[in-house]
């Protein structure tokens, strides 16, 4: 499997501007999570979603902030407009429910956002 | 250790040592542990976990220990080489199909010393 894989890597945007963060998580996989990673915060849950349905949402910062998980294959992360604060590692993950355990997870490599 | 503010906490090690690294969790209603490894530019990446029933657990050249009088978790890495260095995180949870409760700590970094 080519694990979680997240796209862009890297976006540059200008305050005001939508971006849109995409996932493929593993495949079989029934958990998916959005984190967001900074120095001064480290990783922070912003949503999870279970078999698609979104189920806590309530880390997300505020309404500029969307998820979507329309199939078991795809996810993507909204922020409209951005803003400067934003900008930091956005992942997501991917696990499964395994032993009462899905809090194993498997990581993407990030989308690196900055907002000018 | 685990970071209080802006500044990781940095553990140095010569190669061919072995590291230890701590972490003080908050929740004594945890029952579950993980170890991340977060290399630069890279997602973290999950090494080794244990569950409340375990004091210790071994992996290939890590091992995990968990005493949950005092509340702390330590992951031991044997023989460290340059390949080790990341900063690694701990991560607790309450397992289960109730709702999700993972938190990271704030991650200590390592370095090896060739």
């Known amino acids: 499997d080519a694990g979680v894989i997240q796209s862009p890597r890297h976006e540059v945007t200008e305050m005001g501007q939508e971006v849109t963060l995409r996932c493929k998580p593993i495949?079989?996989?029934?958990?998916l999570f959005w984190y967001r990673q900074t120095m001064m915060r480290g990783l922070e849950l912003l949503i999870y979603?279970?078999?698609?349905?979104?189920?806590?949402d309530s880390g997300m910062p505020e309404d500029r902030f969307s998820a979507k998980m329309p199939n078991a294959s795809f996810s993507t992360l909204k922020i409209q407009p951005s803003e400067p604060r934003d900008s930091a590692v956005y992942f997501c993950a991917s696990s499964l429910l395994t032993g009462r355990v899905r809090e194993k997870l498997f990581f993407g490599s990030g989308t690196q956002l900055s907002v000018l | 250790g685990e970071s209080v503010g802006l500044h990781l906490p940095t553990l140095s090690v010569q190669e061919g040592d072995n590291s230890i690294i701590n972490c003080a969790y908050s929740n004594s209603a945890s029952d579950y542990f993980i170890w991340y490894k977060q290399e630069s530019g890279k997602g973290p990446q999950f090494i080794i976990d244990i569950r409340s029933n375990m004091d210790k657990r071994q992996g290939q050249r890590v091992t995990v220990l968990l005493n949950k009088t005092v509340k702390h978790l330590s992951l031991q890495i044997a023989a460290t080489q340059p390949g080790d260095s990341a900063v690694y995180f701990c991560a607790e949870a309450r397992s289960g199909a109730g709702s999700y409760q993972l938190t990271f700590g704030k991650g200590t970094k390592l370095s090896v010393i060739p």
């Open positions: 495949s079989g996989h029934d958990y």
């Open positions: 979603f279970n078999n698609n349905v979104p189920i806590d």
